[in-house]
Nanobody, 116 residues
Framework: QVQLVESGGGLVQPGGSLKLSCTASGVIFGTWVMGWYRQTPGKQRELVALLVDGGGTNYADSVKGRFTISGDYAKNTVYLEMNSLKPEDAAVYYC??????????WGQGTQVSVSS
């Protein structure tokens, strides 16, 4: 069974940076969308950034200009570089990969905390 394994979360001060990584434990053929979502207690999971095969990207308005998504489709790896972090960015961050067959995989989540 393929699993997505995330890493890179942690505690950072406001204004700081973190880089999240997500790699599939096995081979996922035909991945065409990779992305990051986040969730805080009592709220729905929300889109942070998407990367579409071919280079297209989509960002939540709240992170535009501060976060950058990148990835390697051949290696089923996706990254999220987060700069100028704010307390409101604190959440559990989840990666997602979608095959062209619409099969979707989710990571287990990694905690990002932003506090002085």
């Amino acid at each position: 069974q393929v699993q997505l394994v995330e890493s890179g979360g942690g505690l950072v001060q406001p204004g700081g940076s973190l880089k999240l990584s997500c790699t599939a434990s096995g081979v996922i053929f035909g991945t065409w969308v990779m992305g990051w979502y986040r969730q805080t207690p009592g709220k729905q999971r929300e889109l942070v950034a998407l990367l579409v095969d071919g280079g297209g990207t989509n960002y939540a308005d709240s992170v535009k200009g501060r976060f950058t998504i990148s990835g390697d489709y051949a290696k089923n790896t996706v990254y999220l570089e987060m700069n100028s972090l704010k307390p409101e960015d604190a959440a559990v961050y989840y990666c997602k990969m979608v095959q062209r067959s619409d099969t979707t995989y989710w990571g287990q989540g990694t905690q990002v905390s932003v506090s002085s």
